[in-house]
Nanobody, 114 residues
Framework: QMQLVESGGGLVQAGESLRLSCAAS????????MAWYRQAPGKQRELVAT???????NYADSVNGRFTISRDNAKNTVSLQMNSLESEDTAVYYC????????WGQGTQVTVSS
């Protein structure tokens, strides 16, 4: 079945930038919506940003204007450019993709030091 593999997490200081990437493999059905979620310690997983196959995007209020989601349908990849990072952005970030079912990546840690 389809697999999602994230990359690009790490430790940065507040105000810096990071770019997360996610690649889908073993694809047997067309990918519709792709998204990034995150989960901070002790908190529920929350939606960060979504992008449809046609390129329509949606962002959580907390990241709107700082993060940009993009995708390459030909390469089956989705990216998240994160600028002006804040300590509140510290979390494990998960890639998500929907075909006829939901798929999740294994997560990548983003730590922002203040």
């Amino acid at each position: 079945q389809m697999q999602l593999v994230e990359s690009g997490g790490g430790l940065v200081q507040a105000g810096e930038s990071l770019r997360l990437s996610c690649a889908a493999s073993r694809i047997t059905f067309g990918i519709n919506t792709m998204a990034w979620y995150r989960q901070a310690p002790g908190k529920q997983r929350e939606l960060v940003a979504t992008i449809t196959r046609g390129g329509s995007t949606n962002y959580a209020d907390s990241v709107n204007g700082r993060f940009t989601i993009s995708r390459d349908n030909a390469k089956n990849t989705v990216s998240l450019q994160m600028n002006s990072l804040e300590s509140e952005d510290t979390a494990v970030y998960y890639c998500y993709a929907r075909t006829w079912k939901d798929y999740w990546g294994q997560g990548t840690q983003v730590t922002v030091s203040s």
